[in-house]
């Protein structure tokens, strides 16, 4: 997505979506007032990170994304003064260093990579979490028994076709997932609508190779 011709109209679609999905789904999700500092990882042209800010005036919300997609936010900003609020930084989470934040956001992220490469992210957002800090993921969930809904069927069969490894979990799996990984206290909020949300925080015990360290006492 180097050439902005290219880059503006697709994310204007992701912007579109963002807006109708995630973004509803973010707030209405859980009591987020007391977090200042937040990461919006892979977060796109900011249409969650505004909607927060505007929901919350106290935080700072950083959007994480590729330099390509950065370069285009200015096209989607909204006409508030809290967007000021919300800053952009490119970058690869896979390799830059990510900002420290007391609540990492991950908006239709985990279920677009492998197993191996989610690891690799909840370990880094983990890292730079402070101390008691929050993760909130927006994807659509599975009912435990995969028998629905039928929106979460059909962005699964879309993952599968475009990603490597990409699908769409479970709320059970999805706590699984955050538990091996150094997360707990999982809370779940089912919306009715094209994205659910998952909280869960950050644990005290360290992780090693993905598995939470046990005090030996």
């Given at each position: 997505?180097?050439?902005?011709?290219?880059?503006?109209?697709?994310?204007?679609?992701m912007h579109?979506?963002?807006?109708?999905?995630?973004?509803?789904?973010?707030?209405?999700?859980?009591?987020?007032?007391?977090?200042?500092?937040?990461?919006?990882?892979?977060?796109?042209?900011?249409?969650?990170?505004?909607?927060?800010?505007a929901r919350?005036?106290?935080?700072?919300?950083?959007?994480?994304?590729?330099?390509?997609?950065?370069?285009?936010?200015?096209?989607?900003?909204?006409?508030?003064?809290?967007?000021?609020?919300?800053?952009?930084?490119?970058?690869?989470?896979?390799?830059?260093?990510?900002?420290?934040?007391?609540?990492?956001?991950?908006?239709?992220?985990?279920?677009?990579?492998?197993e191996e490469?989610?690891?690799?992210?909840?370990?880094?957002?983990?890292?730079?979490?402070?101390?008691?800090?929050?993760?909130?993921?927006?994807?659509?969930?599975?009912?435990?028994?995969?028998?629905?809904?039928?929106?979460?069927?059909?962005?699964?069969?879309?993952?599968?076709?475009?990603?490597?490894?990409?699908?769409?979990?479970?709320?059970?799996?999805?706590?699984?997932?955050?538990?091996?990984?150094?997360?707990?206290?999982?809370?779940?909020?089912?919306?009715?609508?094209?994205?659910?949300?998952?909280?869960?925080?950050?644990?005290?015990?360290?992780?090693?190779?993905?598995?939470?360290?046990?005090?030996?006492?």
């Amino acid at each position: 997505m180097g050439d902005p011709k290219l880059t503006i109209p697709f994310m204007a679609g992701m912007h579109g979506l963002a807006n109708v999905s995630q973004r509803e789904a973010a707030l209405k999700s859980f009591d987020l007032s007391k977090h200042r500092k937040v990461c919006d990882l892979g977060g796109g042209t900011g249409a969650v990170a505004y909607g927060l800010a505007a929901r919350y005036p106290n935080m700072e919300i950083t959007v994480f994304d590729l330099p390509s997609v950065v370069a285009c936010h200015d096209c989607f900003k909204p006409i508030d003064p809290k967007s000021s609020n919300v800053t952009f930084q490119g970058g690869d989470f896979f390799k830059d260093k990510l900002p420290e934040s007391d609540l990492f956001i991950l908006s239709n992220i985990i279920h677009n990579w492998s197993e191996e490469r989610i690891s690799e992210i909840l370990k880094r957002v983990r890292s730079n979490l402070l101390p008691g800090g929050e993760i909130l993921i927006v994807e659509a969930l599975y009912e435990d028994d995969k028998s629905g809904p039928a929106n979460t069927h059909i962005f699964n069969f879309m993952m599968m076709l475009t990603f490597e490894g990409g699908r769409q979990r479970s709320a059970a799996e999805m706590k699984e997932l955050l538990e091996r990984h150094g997360f707990g206290e999982f809370q779940v909020q089912k919306s009715g609508g094209l994205s659910d949300s998952v909280f869960a925080v950050k644990a005290s015990t360290p992780v090693v190779n993905g598995v939470i360290e046990k005090d030996n006492a």
